[in-house]
T-cell receptor, first 114, second 111 residues
Framework: NAGVTQTPKFQVLKTGQSMTLQCAQD?????MYWYRQDPGMGLRLIYY???????DKGEVPNGYNVSRLNKREFSLRLESAAPSQTSVYFC?????????????FGPGTRLTVL | GQSLEQPSEVTAVEGAIVQINCTYQ??????LSWYQQHDGGAPTFLSY????GLEETGRFSSFLSRSDSYGYLLLQELQMKDSASYFC????????????FGRGTSLIVHP
């Protein structure tokens, strides 16, 4: 039982390049999330998927797109990377029942955009 | 929308008790969660309060006062390994029940 896995762990991009961050969970969770974490800013929600087949914008969606490929996988795409997108990206999943809906986080992807 | 306030840093000595406060403003309220994050690591869930009062889990306790829009995390018998960042998070119906995280409190435990 691997929990939530993310690839890659580290990435360096040049401005304007594109890339996709991959996330998978093996806990049969309904909901999945993408966050970014910047120093002193806490975790900010980029996009989420409450259930397979649905996606919604979070607090900071500009410059990103997502795909809920199936129940297990939720990917985040940067179409044209900008230095402002330098951050640590966390994927998370939860059962999705609301209330005490504990989120399980992946190990993170550390992205630098030059 | 939701907003949360927590201190940016708290320091304490090993063996002591420390309290990390969190005040929130939210349109509707469902629950208050706490997460722990060590440097370079992923956040991990610690506790959840939906009702007023104290929830205890080993050395950690979490308190909520809905009327005061206030909660705290209490860490007892501090250990060096408790040095980490602690985030409070509010979930509300207005936010599709998805938690909104505070900016985090860095806890530094000294020997």
């Amino acid at each position: 039982n691997a929990g939530v896995t993310q690839t890659p762990k580290f990435q360096v991009l040049k401005t304007g390049q594109s890339m996709t961050l991959q996330c998978a969970q093996d806990m049969n969770h309904n909901s999945m999330y993408w966050y970014r974490q910047d120093p002193g800013m806490g975790l900010r929600l980029i996009y989420y998927s409450a259930s397979e087949g649905t996606t919604d914008k979070g607090e900071v969606p500009n410059g990103y797109n997502v795909s809920r490929l199936n129940k297990r996988e939720f990917s985040l795409r940067l179409e044209s990377a900008a230095p402002s997108q330098t951050s640590v990206y966390f994927c998370a999943s939860s059962v999705g029942t609301g209330g005490k809906d504990e989120q399980f986080f992946g190990p993170g992807t550390r992205l630098t955009v030059l | 929308g939701q907003s949360l306030e927590q201190p940016s840093e708290v320091t304490a000595v090993e063996g002591a008790i420390v309290q990390i406060n969190c005040t929130y403003q939210t349109s509707g309220f469902y629950g208050l969660s706490w997460y722990q994050q060590h440097d370079g690591g992923a956040p991990t869930f610690l506790s959840y309060n939906a009702l007023d009062g104290l929830e205890e889990t080993g050395r950690f306790s979490s308190f909520l006062s809905r009327s005061d829009s206030y909660g705290y995390l209490l860490l007892q018998e501090l250990q060096m390994k408790d040095s980490a960042s602690y985030f409070c998070a509010v979930s509300s119906p207005g936010g599709s029940y998805i938690p909104t995280f505070g900016r985090g409190t860095s806890l530094i435990v000294h020997p």
